[in-house]
């Protein structure tokens, strides 16, 4: 009897242990899929980018900032991207549009439409600053069909104070369209855009 119940025990245990073992292999396989997926995306991107900074010597060939809005608001997707070392070397939450809503979770729409409150996809340079209501912020400059109101809708790249720094489970706040970041990861763009001598791309793509 007694053995009956040791050898009950100890299956027991065994199933325990590779159930756990199990559980945390899915949970990294999961997780590369997701960095892979950000990864793969991005990589089309940068291949773009890179053609356009290699042909036009009026932008900067060695930093490019990307915003991915497959990513949820709530996580990291305004990359700051090395186009020398080929790596991500900063990053943040950004917000978008509150036209850019769908009600549907994971799902968001776009648009080129003045009053829309829409973000907008495609390239844009990044042009001087100026105080707004926000205080400091860039003018931005559509470079594709998508996003070539951008300048007369006042599309701006600005900080705003209820943007958190911290990634979180939830949606942050909406803009109006704007890319808008928190005010200490601002700081770390600005210093990047003030400190070159031709214009940054910023690409916003889903």
Do not use: W
């Amino acid at each position: 009897m007694k053995k009956l119940v040791l050898i009950i025990i100890l299956v027991t245990i065994f199933c325990g242990f590779k159930f756990i073992s199990n559980t945390e292999n899915n949970l990294s396989k999961s997780k590369t899929t997701i960095d892979n997926s950000i990864e793969k995306r991005l990589a089309s991107h940068v291949s773009a980018v890179r053609e356009l900074t290699t042909k036009n010597s009026k932008y900067n060939d060695e930093i490019v900032f990307f915003v991915d809005m497959k990513i949820s608001s709530g996580k990291n997707r305004f990359f700051v991207y090395d186009l020398k070392e080929n790596k991500i070397i900063d990053k943040g939450l950004v917000a978008h549009g509150s036209g850019s809503e769908t009600g549907i979770e994971g799902k968001l729409k776009f648009s080129n439409i003045n009053n829309s409150l829409t973000t907008s996809l495609g390239k844009y340079y990044i042009g001087k600053s100026y105080n707004g209501q926000f205080g400091k912020a860039y003018k931005l400059y559509g470079l594709d069909k998508t996003n070539s109101n951008a300048y007369d809708r006042n599309i701006v790249l600005h900080k705003y104070s209820k943007v958190p720094y911290d990634e979180q489970l939830e949606s942050i706040c909406n803009s109006y369209g704007c890319p808008m970041v928190n005010e200490k990861y601002f700081e770390r763009i600005e210093s990047i855009v003030d400190n070159s001598e031709k214009n940054i791309i910023l690409e916003i793509y889903y």
